[in-house]
């Protein structure tokens, strides 16, 4: 299963940009997306999460600014980026894990990661 993630580009403080993240392949079915950062000289971390169910979870730092949100039919987890601040400068990289058919008579697990897409927030 692969992940293209896109929407990311140049922004000024308090501006928006939303990130799309389309899974293909043989999908049977996707339990959690999410997205994840990493900005330079610092480690890769969780922004936000959605369940197949929609349930959330988002970092401390992009509350209230940031929603998450999927498209179950179109295997597509979105994340809707306000009030951006320069410190959210990152590449952006989408997450699904879930199941696809196989040539077995079961489903196998996958977890896969999008390429990332750079963010920049100008001051």
């Known amino acids: 299963v692969q992940l293209q993630a896109s929407g990311g580009g140049l922004v000024q403080a308090g501006g928006s940009l939303r990130l799309s993240c389309a899974a293909s392949?043989?999908?049977?079915?996707?339990?959690?997306m999410g997205w994840y950062r990493q900005a330079p000289l610092k480690e890769r971390e969780l922004v936000a999460t959605?369940?197949?169910?929609?349930?959330?979870n988002y970092a401390d730092s992009v509350k209230g600014r940031f929603t998450i949100s999927r498209d179950n039919a179109k295997n597509t987890v979105y994340l809707q980026m306000n009030s951006l601040k320069p410190e959210d400068t990152a590449v952006y990289y989408c997450?699904?894990?879930?199941?696809?058919?196989?040539?077995?008579?079961?489903?196998?697990?996958?977890?896969?990661w999008g390429q990332g897409t750079l963010v920049t927030v100008s001051s």
């Open positions: 997450n699904a894990d879930g199941n696809y058919f196989s040539d077995y008579a079961e489903p196998l697990q996958f977890e896969s």
């Open positions: 392949g043989s999908v049977f079915d996707i339990n959690d």
């Open positions: 959605i369940t197949s169910g929609g349930s959330t």
